[in-house]
């Protein structure tokens, strides 16, 4: 398994924006930002794909941008006009073969997590 290390979270007034960072010890297929909020589910943020492609959950599109940097085996998740049902705990994931994006349990690595509250 890849290990990853989250980095960036913070409190931050509505529509302000915060980067967060998730460093891997090693490159790895699809790579993505989950959040979950207390009392719910873990939701699918966005992916990129080892084709570089990427994906974004409907609640973030256009306000949202995922990258990766392949030389630095470093993920990004780049979030601007952040709104308070933004505020989560976000996670960053890593599979070697994912077909749904969106399902949690078709990630094999998972970093720790990192806060972010939007107010």
């Known amino acids: 398994h890849v290990q990853l290390v989250e980095s960036g979270g913070g409190s931050v007034r509505a529509g302000g924006s915060l980067r967060l960072s998730c460093a891997a010890t090693h490159s790895t297929g699809c790579m993505a930002w989950f959040r979950q909020a207390p009392g719910k589910e873990r939701e699918g943020v966005a992916a990129i794909k080892s084709d570089s492609s990427t994906i974004y959950g409907d609640s973030v599109k256009g306000r949202f941008t995922i990258s990766r940097d392949s030389a630095k085996n470093t993920l990004y998740l780049q979030m601007n006009s952040l709104k308070p049902e933004d505020t989560a705990m976000y996670y960053c994931?890593?599979?070697?073969?994912?077909?749904?994006?969106?399902?949690?349990?078709?990630?094999?690595?998972w970093g720790q997590g990192t806060q972010v509250t939007v107010s």
């Open positions: 994931a890593a599979g070697r073969a994912v077909a749904d994006w969106t399902r949690a349990n078709e990630y094999d690595s």
